[in-house]
């Protein structure tokens, strides 16, 4: 049973799951759902492992050992070599990678966006 998804693993979940982080939640298929349901069990389940018997003091490190995309602004994406992209939604950053989610498009920041219009 997991009380919710912070910012760190939904970066991971959704780049696993090959999803938009601005995708909504009504606009994925039911394919698409199984995919993230599926990368959720993936994600959390290594970062579980990874985690068991460590102490809390090397929690962080190991934590950001599995991280693929999240805090990797401007890394290579260790999937497809692109490089791993942030963008501004609301009151946070997200970051993910263009070619494996979505389809080579760079995000534009949603929080200044609104005022371009
Ligand atoms: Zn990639």
Known sequence: MIAGIGNAYSDEILHAARISPFATAKSLDRGTVQ?????????????????????????????????????????????????????????????????CQTKGKILADRRTSKFLK
């Open 35 to 99: 995919v993230l349901y599926d990368a959720i069990h993936s994600v959390l389940g290594t970062a579980l492992a990874g985690a068991e018997g460590k102490p809390p003091s090397e929690l962080k490190d190991v934590k950001r050992s599995h991280l693929r995309v999240h805090a990797r602004t401007g890394e290579a994406c260790p999937v497809c070599g692109d490089t791993v992209r942030e963008v501004s939604f609301a009151d946070t950053s997200l970051q993910y990678c263009p070619t």
